[in-house]
């Protein structure tokens, strides 16, 4: 592709392409293979295809007026020199407005749908102002390394690739972004409709994708701080706008008006309002990012995840119940380009149904689960049944443990929890009858109906938490008398009179440690 936009050492066409030169050599005496040009009542120089102007007739060179015929120009191969009364010039400049079409009548410029490549050789050092001013059928500009001097050159084109040669020390394309950034202030001056933002990037400059049609989406990223004005100015199709800033670019005058009226505008999480006060907005919704993910369900390794808010998911359940023994959780998932942590197991998980979807049956399938490190909750049912789930350890985090989440899982044996449950749901270890011992939390505060009813083997069960957890009814229904409950040293008293109520527990059954 670029090859075919770079100028051939001593040709000149109209049209077509030319393998990569060779960067030429500095104008010297030779003009033999130079285009001759033939010099106009009003001073200025033309081919059959160009019109040229003598920029500085002590250093031979001359600069790209216009082509001959504007409205017939698909394209042009500006050459490097020309011969001008038998003397060598080389083109060093490309006029301001050379390829656009300015209509007298209307006294403004219109639209070019006939240029459709120009190829810039390496002679060039300087394009003017707004050379290919609505040039829609342009779609490949290659920059040379010479070219030290351009500003809004390309303004309002069907653009889909900009090349900047590397190793130029004015412009750069970093990371093949499609777009000229100004390298010492890392401003983006030129973009096109495959334009990646890259990071770094601090400005992104006046009319930068003016009138980009082509343009539907584009992230901003977090290093820009300022985006002057005109930058998206009648970018009729841009319907998603990402913002990674947390803090909201400074907008100038005018630079989203205009915009689809649909477009929704992407912000960090906790930076919605801060946007919608900030920016002018002239479009449609302001959303956190990751918001259009909820809610969709994405299957990785066998399990469904489904995305429950703009940074968190949850687990669903195995793709196929049958398949799922050892089962190993994410810590966190991609959905649509965004990250988001496993934050929960989901109600009924790994529960399994009879066919009337009525009773659940038992689950002799699951042996092992393997929790995130992101866990926070486990949900109603999650592993009712699973009776060949012999251990479990929660990780940190995990604050509550929903109703029934492990009801009659009754080769259960072990159960790790974490210091920061808070909360052990009704009928959560219901007949886990292969618990011998537990122990609470520091900072449990609840316990709710029954949660550990039937367990006739439980033997030991210790409490860190100086002040005794709230019981409901029948948590400890059916616990052997011989279990002894172990308690924080001086909390004796306090747990015989907090839970003396609601157990068959005496006050000479709690022992301190």
Request: hydrophobic residues 40%; aromatic residues 8%.
């Amino acid at each position: 592709m670029l090859a075919a936009l770079l100028l051939m050492p001593l040709a000149f066409a109209a049209c077509g392409g030319s393998d990569e030169p060779d960067e030429p050599e500095p104008p010297v005496d030779d003009v033999t293979g130079l285009t001759v040009l033939t010099e106009t009542e009003d001073g200025l120089y033309r081919s059959d295809v160009l019109v040229f102007r003598i920029t500085d007739k002590s250093k031979h060179e001359v600069e790209v007026v216009n082509p001959v015929s504007p409205e017939t120009c698909r394209g042009a191969e500006i050459p490097h020199a020309v011969n001008i009364d038998g003397e060598r010039y080389a083109v060093t400049a490309i006029a301001d407005k050379a390829f656009s079409f300015y209509e007298k009548k209307s006294n403004a410029y219109s639209e070019n749908n006939v240029l459709e490549f120009l190829t810039i050789p390496h002679s060039v050092k300087r394009i003017g102002k707004s050379v290919c001013l609505y040039c829609r059928a342009l779609k490949t500009i290659f920059i040379p390394k010479e070219v030290t001097d351009m500003d809004n050159a390309f303004l309002c084109c069907g653009l889909t690739e900009i090349v900047v040669q590397e190793g130029n020390p004015v412009f750069d394309s970093r990371k093949n972004c499609n777009a000229v950034i100004r390298t010492k202030d890392d401003c983006l001056l030129v973009g096109c409709q495959n334009t990646v933002i890259p990071d770094g990037v601090k400005t992104i400059g006046e009319r930068a994708f003016h009138k980009c049609n082509g343009l539907t989406e584009i992230v901003i990223p977090a290093s820009v701080a300022t985006i002057k004005y005109w930058a998206f100015l009648s970018c009729s199709n841009l319907t998603k706008i990402t913002s990674l800033n947390p803090t909201p670019p400074t907008v100038e005058e005018d630079a989203f008006s205009y915009v689809n009226k649909a477009c929704t505008v992407y912000v960090p999480v906790g930076s919605r309002n801060a946007y919608i006060n900030a920016w002018p907005f002239e479009y449609g919704a302001v959303k956190e990012i990751g918001s259009e993910a909820v809610d969709k369900v994405v299957t990785i390794n066998g399990l469904k995840y489904r995305v429950t808010s703009t940074t968190e998911a949850e687990l669903v359940g195995p793709e196929d119940l049958n398949k799922a023994v050892n089962v190993v959780v994410a810590d966190e998932i991609q959905v649509d380009g965004y990250t988001f942590k496993v934050t929960a197991i989901g109600d009924r998980a790994f529960t399994l149904l009879d066919e009337t979807q009525e009773q659940i049956v038992d689950n002799e399938i699951l042996r092992s689960v393997k929790f995130p490190k992101s866990l926070v909750r486990v949900g109603f049912q999650a592993f009712s049944a699973c009776v060949n789930l012999t251990q479990i350890v929660l990780p940190e985090g995990v604050t509550t443990i929903d109703m029934m989440a492990f009801i009659d899982c009754r080769r259960l044996s072990k159960v790790t929890f974490p210091s920061t449950l808070l909360d052990i749901g009704q009928h959560a270890f219901y007949y886990c009858k292969a618990l011998t011992e537990i122990t609470l939390p520091g900072q449990l505060k609840d316990i709710r109906k029954q949660a550990f009813d039937a367990n006739g083997s439980l033997q030991k069960i210790t409490s860190l938490n100086p002040t005794p957890p709230t019981l409901e009814y029948g948590v400890f229904g059916s616990v052997p008398r011989s279990c002894t409950i172990y308690v924080p040293k001086g909390c004796k008293s306090k747990y015989a009179n907090a839970w003396g109520d609601v157990t068959d527990f005496v006050y000479d059954d709690y022992v301190e440690m």
